[in-house]
């Protein structure tokens, strides 16, 4: 059983504190849309399909307990609380494409005059619900494909070892996972000898929360800091490089974790297969290429310290961005729940 970041029922969602991890388990509660911007803004919960959720079932909680009976006045409402969450943090796709999906749902319900505002809100909250379920679906499907790949793109029919990047699994979605999706897929098909992970400075979410994942389900592994990625690679027989992705651009140029770039270029110098594992929900085809993915930029202070304690010198300059671009050139191949696909055949995922 892999780790629950989100807990919903109707009317009630917590989230884990992923910042507490791997040495505190706490849940938040997340009251409405106010609370939703802060846990995510703060990177209390965080992950590219995660936000999209929780953003959203924040906006469901606080439907739940609302008691307008105006469809008009819940329609506009609801378009400015979308919007509001979309703020909170600016280089995953997720929210946004499900932000635009909601909107859309509100405009149809407002506007057909056989819904009662107790079905406007019935329908609105389910579909919501039904992103819960359809994500931890796809992640499955991903799983299955990046599986297949790897081994039919491996030599001979031994174990595979794979190095990833930063935290995609059960902690960045609503369960199971993207690339460390993968990486179960691979454990459960007795094919994966051994998962090499990055810590992933300096939010370290490889070092806290993939090596947690990794270490609880007894997954064979070893935690490489960031700058070891090339030296693994010329010293270990490394199968293939698999990640996430926060924003693909239709024509495959991925936004990532920071560093995400690097490894893809010490993969290419290495031979090593290099994949990125993300649902459709993170494509964003209306950007022709990555340079117009917008990339965050974090606080210094995730860079200066560490909890309480500072690491760099004071007065010294930070520059913290929080994604990097991998040009579509330097990748493999795009894993999702329609199957694999060429970084430059984005648009044929329509016709599967
Ligand atoms: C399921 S992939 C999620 C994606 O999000 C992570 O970024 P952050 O921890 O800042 O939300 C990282 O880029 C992962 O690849």
């Known amino acids: 059983?892999?780790?629950?970041?989100?807990?919903?029922?109707?009317?009630?969602?917590?989230?884990?504190?992923?910042?507490?991890?791997?040495?505190?388990?706490?849940?938040?509660?997340?009251?409405?849309?106010?609370?939703?911007?802060?846990?995510?803004?703060?990177?209390?919960?965080?992950?590219?399909?995660?936000?999209?959720?929780?953003?959203?079932?924040?906006?469901?909680?606080?439907?739940?307990?609302?008691?307008?009976?105006?469809?008009?006045?819940?329609?506009?409402?609801?378009?400015?609380?979308?919007?509001?969450?979309?703020?909170?943090?600016?280089t995953a796709?997720?929210?946004?494409?499900?932000?635009?999906?909601?909107?859309?749902?509100?405009?149809?319900?407002?506007?057909?005059?056989?819904?009662?505002?107790?079905?406007?809100k019935e329908r609105f909250i389910s579909r919501i619900e039904g992103m819960l379920i359809k994500d931890i679906e796809d992640n499955k499907a991903i799983g299955?494909?990046?599986?297949?790949?790897?081994?039919?793109?491996?030599?001979?029919?031994?174990?595979v070892r794979i190095l990833t990047h930063c935290n995609t699994g059960s902690l960045a979605t609503a369960g199971y996972g993207t690339a460390l999706g993968v990486i179960r897929s691979l454990q459960e098909s007795k094919r994966l000898d051994h998962v090499y992970c990055t810590e992933t400075r300096p939010y370290n979410q490889g070092a806290r929360l993939t090596a947690y994942e990794l270490v609880h389900e007894k997954i064979p592994s070893t935690l490489i800091v960031?700058?070891?990625v090339s030296a693994l690679m010329n010293s270990r027989r490394i199968t293939a490089v698999v990640v996430g992705a926060d924003r693909v651009a239709a024509n495959g140029d991925t936004a990532n974790k920071i560093g995400t770039y690097q490894i893809a270029i010490a993969a290419k110098?290495?031979?090593v297969p290099?994949?990125?594992a993300a649902p459709l929900t993170s494509i964003d085809m209306s950007l022709t290429s990555g340079e117009r993915i917008k990339i965050e930029e974090r606080?210094?202070?995730?860079?200066?310290?560490?909890?309480?304690?500072r690491i760099a010198a004071p007065g010294i300059n930070c520059w913290n961005p929080s994604f990097d671009v991998t040009p579509a050139a330097l990748i493999t191949g795009i894993i999702t729940e329609k199957g694999v696909f060429a970084p430059d055949k984005l648009s044929e995922i329509e016709s599967k």
């Not at 009251?31 to 999209?52: F, H, L, T």
């Open 226 to 228: 960031d700058s070891v």
């Open 144 to 159: 299955r494909y990046g599986c297949e790949a790897i081994l039919k793109n491996s030599e001979g029919d031994g174990p």
């Open 274 to 276: 290099f994949y990125v």
């Open 1 to 90: 059983m892999s780790l629950e970041s989100i807990r919903y029922s109707r009317g009630s969602l917590d989230i884990l504190d992923q910042l507490l991890l791997p040495l505190q388990t706490r849940y938040v509660k997340v009251e409405g849309v106010e609370d939703g911007w802060k846990v995510i803004n703060k990177m209390q919960v965080r992950g590219a399909p995660a936000i999209a959720i929780v953003g959203c079932l924040s906006l469901a909680v606080e439907l739940e307990k609302d008691n307008n009976s105006d469809k008009k006045v819940m329609r506009q409402e609801i378009e400015g609380k979308l919007n509001y969450l979309v703020s909170a943090r600016p």
């Open 299 to 309: 606080p210094e202070r995730e860079m200066t310290h560490v909890g309480v304690h």
């Open 93 to 120: 796709v997720n929210i946004k494409l499900a932000a635009d999906e909601l909107i859309n749902l509100a405009n149809s319900l407002s506007a057909d005059e056989t819904v009662t505002p107790e079905e406007f």
């Open 269 to 271: 110098h290495h031979g």
